[in-house]
């Protein structure tokens, strides 16, 4: 890649599983953005190295800061990957190291499983999250999905040794043998312990993984602050995600992140 990499940095997490992370610095001085970082969460078989994901890593840092990771089983990241189950510790140590740079204001972008991980983490943990907003782009509401052709290659490629194989040589992606156990908290259910953290649910009428329906599931079980944007034409995760669409996304953290303002005390005139 052209761009110069400032930092990246081995994250433990509490279950001592070694996550690879990036930071990009902001790339502009405006006071609103030197104090924001947006924490970007891929989806499954991603990468921060994937072109898809290193360009809105960089469109967000025009923004605020960015970090950027690998979930476990992915890229250069340790353990494997239990699809959206224990992630939220990855997602979890990224967020810290956000904080440890002096950022005051966070938001997670999640993207498909990532949108999972995010709004599992801020819902979960609560407070203890450090998030000061969400934004599921493209994420399930709820597990076990067979709707559409993709997510059932989706499931031969994790239930099976063969699937499992081929993920690993031909996408890089190491998933776990074993089936959950419990079944982890749904991204729904996850959803309606957000608030008062601002919650932002952006879907595409044109998703080939998950149709409509989980988009309305996350955003009617979530309680306000929220947002549902519905795209025309919009397809799935990051591949999909335009320039104008990050910025705009950008934009929506910024002012729902933003201090108050003080209002000054009315004056009173004598006389």
Not at 24 to 44: C, E
Not at 210 to 237: M, N, S, T, V
Request: net charge positive; charged share 20%; aromatic share 8%.
């Amino acid at each position: 890649m052209a761009t110069s990499i400032p930092t990246v940095r081995t994250l433990p997490t509490n279950d001592g599983v070694p996550i690879e992370a990036v930071y990009l610095p902001p790339k502009s001085d405006d006071p609103d953005s030197t104090d924001l970082a947006f924490v970007v969460a891929h989806g499954f078989t991603g990468s921060w190295q994937r072109p898809s994901v290193w360009r809105i890593a960089n469109r967000f840092a025009r923004s605020g800061g960015a970090v950027c990771f690998d979930f476990r089983g992915h890229g250069r990241s340790g353990g494997t990957s239990t699809l959206g189950d224990r992630e939220t510790r990855d997602l979890a140590v990224a967020v810290a190291w956000a904080r440890e740079l002096g950022f005051k204001r966070i938001a997670a972008v999640g993207f498909s499983m990532g949108a999972s991980v995010a709004l599992r983490h801020a819902g979960l943990a609560g407070q203890a999250a450090g998030l000061d907003a969400v934004v599921s782009v493209s994420g399930p509401g709820r597990w076990y999905y067979r709707g559409t052709t993709p997510m059932r290659r989706v499931h031969l490629a994790v239930e099976y040794p063969i699937g499992r194989l081929v993920t690993r040589v031909a996408l890089h992606t190491r998933v776990n043998r074993g089936r959950w156990n419990p079944v982890p908290v749904s991204p729904s259910e996850a959803a309606a312990m957000i608030a008062p953290v601002p919650l932002l649910v952006v879907h595409g009428d044109r998703d080939s993984y998950f149709p409509l329906d989980h988009a309305h599931q996350i955003y009617e079980a979530a309680r306000e602050p929220k947002e549902l944007w519905i795209l025309k034409g919009f397809g799935h995760a990051e591949s999909a995600t335009s320039n104008g669409l990050v910025d705009r996304i950008g934009r929506w953290v910024m002012k729902v992140t933003a201090p108050v303002q003080p209002t000054a005390p009315p004056q009173v005139l004598n006389g």
